[in-house]
């Protein structure tokens, strides 16, 4: 039996692609804003089955969020449906429906009505609406995750802004223009929770 | 359907926590708080922070022009 979640940690499970970079970055940023601690699979290390890893990492956090709203084929290249979005909500679903007081789950879109299409087993779950924009995503994090003192969207552009503006100094100090390899991760993770403390002083989670 | 939520109470996280989420090496510790000093001046003024929402486009836009 795996130890309780932690009650601030969120799986993201969401696109690694370019396209994705800006709602990618809103996500973290947002949840660090929230006082929430974001993980992705691409923390995981190399060695040993990487499902069994993702099932470890779901299972850690109470919270997940799963962005399906590029699940579409890409028809850049060999037309091939993204099918590891799906997989791991399906996932998440199955370990919910087994431990119900452990695990929250939440599906974000970009279009209204979509996923009545792209997957209707999902009927009578209404994801959260982000428009495709930043502000959306912290529109609907907020939504999502209330809590008592919050940033406001204002407030959480500001932070996204600037940590956006880091990165290249990140990318150049980890040798990688990779925005989601795992060492960036941390580092705009960190970064987004230091400025958190801008707004909120008592929380002062310093680098 | 309501969509679920999740009511916050857990407290904000704390440096102890940051280190275990997100462990760096020292050298990085240091230049990611000369980062974070440099950003929260500019913070302190309302003009700057202005400035700051609109250069995520403007910066890929250069980017994609280059």
Not at chain 1, 139 to 148: K, N
Not at chain 1, 156 to 173: E, K, R, T
Not at chain 2, 44 to 53: H, I, Q, W, Y
């Amino acid at each position: 039996m795996p130890l309780p979640p932690d009650p601030k940690g969120v799986f993201l499970n969401v696109p690694y692609d370019v396209e994705f970079s800006r709602l990618y970055v809103a996500y973290f940023v947002g949840l660090c804003q929230l006082g929430l601690a974001p993980h992705l699979s691409s923390e995981i290390p190399g060695g040993g089955r990487r499902l069994d890893k993702i099932v470890e990492l779901i299972q850690s956090c109470s919270y997940s969020i799963h962005d399906l709203s590029r699940v579409e084929v890409n028809v850049v290249s060999t037309a091939t449906p993204r099918f590891n979005m799906p997989l791991e909500l399906g996932m998440t679903i199955t370990w919910q429906i087994l431990n119900s007081d452990q695990h929250t789950w939440f599906v974000f879109e970009s279009e209204q009505y979509r996923l009545q299409k792209s997957a209707s087993d999902l009927n009578g779950t209404d994801p959260y609406i982000h428009d495709g924009t930043p502000q959306g995503v912290f529109r609907e994090l907020r939504s999502a995750f209330p809590r008592d003192k919050m940033p406001s969207v204002p407030q959480m552009l500001i932070v996204y802004g600037l940590v956006d503006s880091a990165l290249n100094s990140i990318f150049v100090a980890n040798g990688t223009r990779n925005l989601y390899a795992r060492s960036v991760f941390k580092e705009l993770c960190r970064l987004s929770f230091s400025l958190t403390s801008h707004f909120f002083p008592p929380a002062k989670p310093a680098v | 359907m309501p969509r679920p939520v999740a009511h916050i109470t857990a407290p904000w996280p704390t440096q102890e926590e940051m280190e275990r989420y997100y462990p760096v090496s020292e050298a990085r510790k240091k230049a990611l708080q000369v980062l974070v000093d440099e950003f929260k001046a500019k913070l302190s003024s309302r003009e700057e922070a202005s400035v700051t929402l609109i250069e995520p486009e403007k910066r890929r836009k250069r980017a994609s022009a280059a």
